[in-house]
Antibody, heavy 121, light 110 residues
């Protein structure tokens, strides 16, 4: 069965960096686009970034452009999110999710349970 | 401020029916498929409806979806206490070239 497991969250000071990972199993990882979605405490879901099945196309929400980088290693079935210049409003739970298709369909059919990132001094 | 607009909360009694609305624009709902997600705190969000009205395998037919113009609706019949959760609509926005979500609707089964 499809499984997605995020890791790498933790507490970081403002201006710091963190790298999140998502281990995928149970499906052909290299055939699907993948997303990161976050949820600030007490708030709703906010889409963060997407990467195409082969890594050639990436999109980001405006608030993280230039600070976050999404990447993937299809040989290791792993999705990553490099987060630099972190701000307190980046605090939240980060979910990785599989796109329904290889292109950007906008339908996220499987999600992980998330990893918590706290940006605080 | 979310791109898609949902009511913050809805409630109904067990066994009853409830609908949750999602309003957008021509750049998102109007020209793209809508999905609906159920999220319980501490768990992975779950896809309930995709392509406006299709249910993934394992999702009971108590859950239904529809779309008209720039709005979409999630319907849940035969409400159960286990349906208490946050529900989100989502779709692709062709102008922003991003996924957009509604702000979420908290369902309370009284």
């Amino acid at each position: 069965q499809v499984q997605l497991a995020e890791s790498g969250g933790g507490v970081v000071q403002p201006g710091g960096s963190l790298r999140l990972s998502c281990a995928a199993s149970g499906f052909t990882f290299s055939s699907y686009s993948m997303h990161w979605v976050r949820q600030a405490p007490g708030k709703g879901l906010e889409w963060v970034a997407v990467i195409s099945y082969d890594g050639s196309n990436k999109n980001y929400v405006d608030s993280v452009k230039g600070r976050f980088t999404i990447s993937r290693d299809n040989s290791k079935n792993t999705l990553s999110l490099q987060m630099n210049s972190l701000r307190p409003d980046d605090t939240g739970t980060f979910f990785c999710a599989r796109d329904f298709a290889g292109f950007f369909s906008g339908t996220l059919d499987f999600w992980g349970r998330g990893t918590l990132v706290t940006v605080s001094s | 401020q979310s791109v898609l607009t949902q009511p913050p909360s809805v409630s109904a009694a067990p066994g009853q029916k409830v609908t949750i609305s999602c309003s957008g624009s021509s750049s998102n709902i109007g020209n793209n498929y809508v999905s609906w997600y159920q999220h319980l705190p501490g768990t992975a969000p779950k896809l309930l409806i995709y392509d406006n009205n299709k249910r993934p395998s394992g999702i009971p037919d108590r859950f239904s979806g529809s779309k008209s113009g720039t709005s979409a609706t999630l319907g849940i019949t035969g409400l159960q206490t286990g349906d208490e959760a946050e529900y989100y609509c989502g779709t692709w926005d062709s102008s922003l070239t991003t996924v957009v979500f509604g702000g979420g609707t908290k369902l309370t089964v009284l």
